[in-house]
């Protein structure tokens, strides 16, 4: 099941390509740590494709198409040393929505700035098991330019303010 965000169109994939663009400029690019050596430009040129044309699901089924990912690494263990872990089999899931959504909801902010509006949290996807963190968010109107700074500077998973509220929260954000 994909996300439903309320304001993917062409003026917002716009300001979303200027994100993107803008982490390359300053090589600010997530790169999970299960992406495979040398493969940092595909995942690029996916990512960007992602964002002009497709969605998140596209985005997942390319990492796939394409194993971009590891299937396993070593991971430490509590008591010291080393063993050998798999992938989860959710990685590429995770990754394509994490980015797709981050970029979505950085144009929706540069968008909602330019424009004179809020933003506002709501449940995209459906989810099986919500936090009560996330479900505290829904609903919260949310300053632009305070989100898109937050979103910037804090690459990959962890937000300050905690949107889009981590891997498979199913949050993101919508124009109030």
Avoid at 17 to 26: M, P
Avoid at 36 to 41: I, N, P, Q, S, Y
Avoid at 133 to 146: C, L, R
């Amino acid at each position: 099941m994909t996300i439903r965000f309320n304001n993917l169109d062409s003026t917002t994939r716009d300001y979303m390509r200027g994100e993107v663009n803008l982490d390359f400029e300053n090589a600010k690019v997530y790169y999970s740590k299960f992406l495979k050596a040398g493969l940092k430009d595909q995942w690029d040129d996916l990512l960007l494709s992602a964002v002009n044309d497709h969605d998140e699901a596209w985005l997942e089924q390319q990492i796939g198409a394409n194993q971009l990912l590891v299937d396993s690494y070593q991971k430490r263990k509590p008591k010291g040393g080393f063993t050998t872990a798999k992938v989860p089999y959710t990685a590429p899931q995770t990754l394509a929505e994490g980015e797709f959504n981050r970029f979505y909801c950085r144009g929706l902010c540069a968008r909602a700035i330019e424009e004179g509006k809020m933003v506002q949290v709501y449940r995209g996807k459906e989810v099986a098991h919500a936090r009560s963190a996330s479900e505290t968010m829904i609903g919260k109107v949310v300053d632009p330019k305070v989100l898109l700074e937050d979103l910037r500077v804090n690459i990959g998973v962890d937000t300050a303010l905690g949107l889009p509220a981590g891997p498979n929260s199913g949050l993101t954000i919508k124009l109030s």
